[in-house]
């Protein structure tokens, strides 16, 4: 089992700064890609970045490409996603997610993801 706890989220004018955090506990050595999703009101969950285990692969989602920045801190079992330039339209419950499966590459599938945190909401006011 994993347990992921998110932090971070909060409300901020548009062109903001953001920085999210992704705190994994329990089986954390099995813990490999990892990534964020977020889901705004009436949408579908889609995807916004990933990291690999060693953070030398990572993927984004290309409205936040240039904004967003998914970096990890294994030593501390966290993840981040730093948000610059924020947009009324980033405006979402941002979830992380762990991936056990794969460590050296990056999915952007929701449903490959295996366990999943509670969601921290990141309203961008314009």
């Known amino acids: 089992q994993v347990q992921l706890v998110e932090s971070g989220g909060g409300l901020v004018q548009a062109g903001g700064s953001l920085r999210l955090s992704c705190a994994a506990s329990?089986?954390?050595?099995?813990?490999?890609?990892m990534g964020w999703f977020r889901q705004a009101p009436g949408k579908e969950r889609e995807f916004v970045a990933a990291i690999s285990w060693g953070a030398s692969i990572t993927s984004y989602t290309d409205s936040v490409k240039g904004r967003f920045t998914i970096s990890r801190d294994n030593a501390k079992n966290t993840v981040y996603l730093q948000m610059n330039s924020l947009k009324p339209e980033d405006t979402a419950v941002y979830y992380c997610?762990?991936?056990?499966?794969?460590?050296?590459?990056?999915?952007?599938?929701?449903?490959?993801?295996?366990?999943w945190g509670q969601g921290t909401q990141v309203t961008v006011s314009s």
């Open positions: 997610a762990a991936d056990l499966t794969r460590k050296f590459k990056v999915t952007t599938t929701a449903g490959e993801y295996d366990y």
């Open positions: 329990g089986r954390t050595s099995s813990t490999y890609a």
